[in-house]
């Protein structure tokens, strides 16, 4: 059974930082993407930051120079350290994964529950 499990998201003032985590199981987790998104009430769910099995980063254009995703494959484990917080960050995020192996499990996608992370101005 696959899970992820987030943790970290809390309420901070507009500046802050948080560190957000996600812990994976179920998965061969080193071979595998992993992404942070985002959902703000009324609006969609967006893509905030990706890594790949390689450590190949991607980022939003809003979180870009703020926030950083990493990943311990020991721990299976990936973070996203959110630095200079800002009032329109503020939503629910989730953590992603997208397994390459085994072949069972390519092209799956899978979520978890969510994390509230609230930044005040």
């Known amino acids: 059974q696959v899970q992820l499990v987030e943790s970290g998201g809390g309420l901070v003032q507009a500046g802050g930082s948080l560190r957000l985590s996600c812990a994976a199981s179920?998965?061969?987790?080193?071979?595998?993407?992993m992404g942070w998104y985002r959902q703000a009430p009324g609006k969609q769910r967006e893509l905030v930051a990706q890594?790949?099995?390689?450590?190949?980063?991607n980022y939003a254009d809003s979180v870009k120079g703020r926030f950083t995703i990493s990943r311990d494959n020991a721990k299976n484990t990936v973070y996203l350290q959110m630095n200079i917080l800002k009032p329109e960050d503020t939503a629910v995020y989730y953590c992603?994964?997208?397994?390459?192996?085994?072949?069972?499990?390519?092209?799956?996608?899978?979520w978890g529950q969510g994390t509230q992370v609230t930044v005040s101005s």
């Open positions: 992603n994964a997208r397994p390459t192996l085994p072949f069972s499990q390519r092209g799956l996608v899978y």
């Open positions: 890594i790949s099995s390689g450590s190949t980063t």
């Open positions: 179920g998965i061969i987790f080193s071979s595998s993407e």
